[in-house]
């Protein structure tokens, strides 16, 4: 469980600027100013945050990471106003709604920043589920133990996996928009996949990291390909290509995409109205 330790802003200004503070993982990692340097170091073994060759993004993603996955929920209101049958969801503040002695899923398994995210992530759960080869690739998360069990942070960067962390960071309102890269539309002529394919994407990469690790890592080795190592590639046409076909969603012939605001599934806009943000 990850301690935090902060100063808010004593001012208490209405944008709920954050101050100063410390966070933690639950193994004792800080989340720190480190975590810049940490990421280039890890270039090639993190997944999927977009757009890892470049630095135009570095300064959001930086910003992302203060505001996130530990402080996010703290700074600002979420998007999400809530659905109706779940009252936890009305407050706007998941973090006073997902305590953080609570955020241990009481199962095991899959671990939560806030109880917003874990119902975000299970109505996802629903929707991939439709695709039996994703339903076999979320079993196979759930029989996670141990030190194997991956956490689920909410972020409002770019969508990816920390294997040296077993974290996925999940951007719950984004979508990958992949035209132009060689697959084919989904329905409606649609290039922008769901928030819920992007999770899955990293829910392959999660379920690798953890029961073939060995494997996961002679995969992870840049080949030069369209799909940059054999790990994407296996991700991408064996698991995202075929669901995303199945759910009606677009495809994609190689590891790129520009991640989008979307309000594709696991949202239908009328379980849960989305607002600007201020
Ligand atoms: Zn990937």
């Known amino acids: 469980m990850p301690a935090e330790f902060r100063i808010e802003n004593a001012a208490g200004t209405s944008s709920g600027q954050w101050a100063n503070g410390w966070s933690y993982f639950p193994f004792g990692q800080e989340l720190g100013e480190s975590k ?27 910003h992302a990471r203060f505001r996130s996955p530990l402080t996010g929920r703290f700074l600002s209101t979420d998007p999400v106003l809530g659905t109706p049958k779940l009252p936890q969801s009305w407050n706007r503040y998941a973090y006073v ?8 899923d009481p199962d095991g398994r899959v ?51 920390r294997p040296s962390l077993n974290i996925i960071e999940w951007n719950s309102s984004a979508g990958l928009d992949v035209r132009g890269l060689g697959g084919k539309a989904g329905a409606g002529g649609s290039w ?18 953890n029961s073939s690790p060995e494997q996961f890592k002679q995969d992870s080795v840049r080949d030069g390909s369209e799909y940059t190592d054999p790990e994407e590639r296996r991700v991408i046409t064996q698991v995202e ?30 379980d849960i109205e989305r607002v600007p943000k201020n």
Not at 36 to 41: E, F
Not at 42 to 58: C, I, L, S, V, Y
Not at 192 to 209: D, F, K, R
């Open 192 to 209: 922008i996949q769901s928030p819920a394919m992007g999770l899955l994407h990293e829910v392959a990469h999660t379920v690798q990291n």
């Open 36 to 62: 810049q340097t940490d990421r280039m170091r890890f270039t090639g073994h993190e997944r999927d945050f977009f757009n890892p060759d470049g630095t135009a993004d570095d300064l959001d993603y930086m």
């Open 97 to 104: 709604s997902g305590n953080p002695l609570r955020n241990v």
């Open 241 to 270: 290509s075929p669901a995303a076909t199945a759910l009606g969603e677009p495809t994609r012939a190689a590891h790129d995409g520009t991640q989008v605001p979307a309000k594709t599934p696991p949202f239908p806009k009328d």
């Open 111 to 161: 671990q939560f920043d806030s109880l917003l995210t874990k119902m975000e992530f299970y109505q996802a759960v629903d929707y991939l589920s439709q695709d039996p080869g994703a339903r076999i690739v979320l079993e196979k998360l759930a029989s996670l133990r141990g030190a194997s069990e991956p956490w689920v942070f909410a972020t409002e960067g770019a969508t990816g996996y």
